[in-house]
């Protein structure tokens, strides 16, 4: 990292998108600066006023007051054409060119899940944050739990990742080294403890308008090979980082919520609209993510992929946890399908000998 790469960043007119397009066309922010504006105009198809402006290197006076900033606060600053950049995030066609990080950088780039919700978080949804992310811990070694430490689900899953021994990241749309909402202050600072990272785009000089949540809702899904969306209701802010989830081609899943619910009409119908994989547990994570893991007790692979069945039955499988049967009706409310949907499921999946009908309207899972 440079102080070419923070400068690049803070040029008027050079958003993301263009600063990536410019680095795909010289290299590096380096090379950029170096170039003629007829070459910026010519190879990258710069605006020319703002070719013209580049050469001049208007913004390096502000690039190395906020390198003493980040000095100041033990901040590290990552290019993306550094080494321990996130290879993921890299993949973007508007990956921010730099990035901001207060504590572990390598986590960043190990196995990242990003999960999601509702601010209006229920007793259903603490359970689910919880569950997910433990049997994640017990199933996935480098695992680490990216949210955006908001209210509701994203603290939840933060602290679940904690209390579990993973790490985990926040992405936050301010300057560090506070936080938005100030209330997480605390937690952020125990993110850090525990091997995490609070991450943001924004420079020292950011202001804080509230524009900056939609973007940073970008780099949650960017940062994870999948994202989880464990309760959101039809506006919620986690469906915008759903659809950046589905723009990079990452894998998106979806918790299933009562049918009634409206924290949970977002995540059914992702479900429904077949946007998302449904996941109950884990282990729905594991299989929907095709992550080929071994279980370190057993020396055995049980994360392999159902094969036979289609990824709607896998799904429902999912929902049979504890050994119990599980009444239609009660399938209905977690998945938030009919009856008549869920039949030729559950018809696949006795076929394939995966469950057993029982007399009174239950299932059995069978293995």
């Known amino acids: 990292m440079t102080i070419d790469d923070i400068a690049l960043t803070l040029e008027s007119g050079v958003g993301a998108r263009t600063a990536a397009s410019l680095l795909e066309t010289f290299g590096t922010a380096e ?8 070459e910026l105009v010519r190879r990258a198809e710069l605006r020319e006023s703002i070719a013209a402006r580049l050469p001049r290197r208007e913004t390096h006076r502000q690039a190395e007051k906020e390198l ?58 603490q359970t689910m944050c919880d569950r997910l992310v433990r049997e994640l811990s017990e199933r996935v070694p480098d695992l680490c739990i990216v949210s955006g430490l908001a209210f509701g689900i994203d603290v939840h899953c933060h602290r679940a990742a904690m209390r579990y021994g993973v ?18 202050s605390d937690i952020a600072r125990d993110i850090v403890a525990h091997g995490g990272a609070i991450v943001t785009e924004c420079h020292s000089g950011s202001k804080q308008t509230g524009d900056f949540y939609i973007a940073r809702n970008r780099i949650i899904a960017g940062l994870a090979a999948g994202t989880v969306v464990v309760e ?3 506006k919620s802010g986690a469906l915008s980082t759903a659809g950046f989830a589905l723009d990079y081609n990452r894998t998106l899943m979806a918790v299933p919520g009562r049918a009634t ?23 729905d994570i594991v299989r929907a993510m095709a992550w080929d893991i071994y279980d370190p007790e057993v020396g055995e ?36 399908l009919s009856h008549a949907s869920l039949a030729p499921i559950l018809l696949e999946l006795e076929f394939a000998g995966r469950v057993k009908r029982l007399p009174g309207g239950h299932y059995e899972k069978i293995g």
Not at 33 to 38: L, Q
Request: proline share 6%; glycine share 8%.
């Open 31 to 38: 090379a950029v600066y170096t170039a003629s504006p007829a």
């Open 301 to 336: 692979k049980p994360a392999k992929p159902v094969v036979g069945i289609s990824s709607d039955a896998a799904g429902l499988l999912g929902c049979f946890t504890g050994g119990d049967a599980v009444s239609v009706d009660a399938l209905c409310e977690l998945t938030a």
């Open 68 to 125: 003493r900033y980040l000095e100041k606060h033990s901040l590290t600053a990552l290019a993306s054409t550094d080494d321990d950049y996130p290879p993921l995030l890299r993949e973007m066609a508007d990956y921010p060119h730099v990035l901001y990080v207060k504590g572990a950088v390598e986590a960043l780039g190990m196995r990242c899940v990003s999960m999601v919700g509702t601010r209006q978080i229920s007793q259903y949804g």
């Open 167 to 184: 790490p985990t990241v926040a992405v936050v749309a301010n300057a560090l080294p506070d936080v938005t909402p100030s209330q997480h």
């Open 261 to 283: 619910d409206s924290q949970a009409f977002g995540v059914n119908g992702l479900i429904k609209s077949e946007r998302a994989a449904m996941v109950c547990s884990g282990e």
């Open 232 to 234: 959101a209701a039809h």
